[in-house]
T-cell receptor, first 116, second 115 residues
């Protein structure tokens, strides 16, 4: 079984709809992240969470919100979807030890979201 | 703040020829550097990482990268390309400024491999 899972894998929605993307992990990591990927722009950080009580905005948090329901679950919501939120969304986790050089992140398979 | 520049958006090679994907970084601290690969319709997989130990880092599938502080570069190489290497590659940096907990991605290089 995959260590980091995302649901749904694909979603088409309409402008103005609320949508939630879910991420679950079995790696036991405290730190979780949400990114979006757009062609030619790489991955950009939306939100990150260092533990259940700690939520932080990334570089492009406007229009998004998150919920950390448990150590293993981190959800991303679009309260009112708009077409420029069409993108590939990735969840990631990282090792719980802070300040450790080389802390790689482990990525889920991605959710392809289309907003019409 | 840290940043990464991938100098080529696309690189085309023939199968069996060498691969060079270029990356320059900027960091106020000694950085950690990574290369991730993304195959079509797949998530991201770590190829290799540099964490201030050996400057020549070997990764999976025959890839390696060399950290050159004087040139602020971390180029990815492979002696002989295989068709299965066709994918998008991301150079990534993190540093002590964020406790090594935030990654900053380059814009990606798409590697095309022809028979």
């Amino acid at each position: 079984d995959a260590d980091v899972t995302q649901t749904p894998r694909n979603r088409i929605t309409k402008t103005g709809k609320r949508i939630m993307l879910e991420c679950s992990q079995t790696k036991g990591h405290d730190r979780m992240y949400w990114y979006r990927q757009d062609p030619g722009l790489g991955l950009r950080l939306i939100y990150y969470s260092f533990d259940v009580k700690d939520i932080n905005k990334g570089e492009i948090s406007d229009g998004y919100s998150v919920s950390r329901q448990a150590q293993a679950k981190f959800s991303l919501s679009l309260e009112s979807a708009i077409p420029n939120q069409t993108a590939l969304y990735f969840c990631a986790t990282s090792d719980p030890l802070p300040g450790l050089a080389g802390n790689e992140q482990f990525f889920g398979p991605g959710t392809r979201l289309t907003v019409l | 703040a840290q940043s990464v520049t991938q100098l080529d958006s696309h690189v085309s090679v023939s199968e069996g020829t060498p691969v060079l994907l270029r990356c320059n970084y900027s960091s106020s601290y000694s950085p950690s550097l990574f290369w991730y690969v993304q195959h079509p319709n797949k998530g991201l997989q770590l190829l290799l990482k540099y964490t201030s130990a050996a400057t020549l880092v070997k990764g999976i599938n025959g890839f390696e990268a060399e950290f050159k502080k004087s040139e602020t570069s971390f180029h990815l190489t492979k002696p002989s390309a295989h068709m299965s290497d066709a994918a998008e590659y991301f150079c990534v940096v993190s540093d002590r400024g964020t406790g090594f907990q935030k990654l900053v991605f380059g814009t990606g290089t798409r590697l095309l491999v022809s028979p």
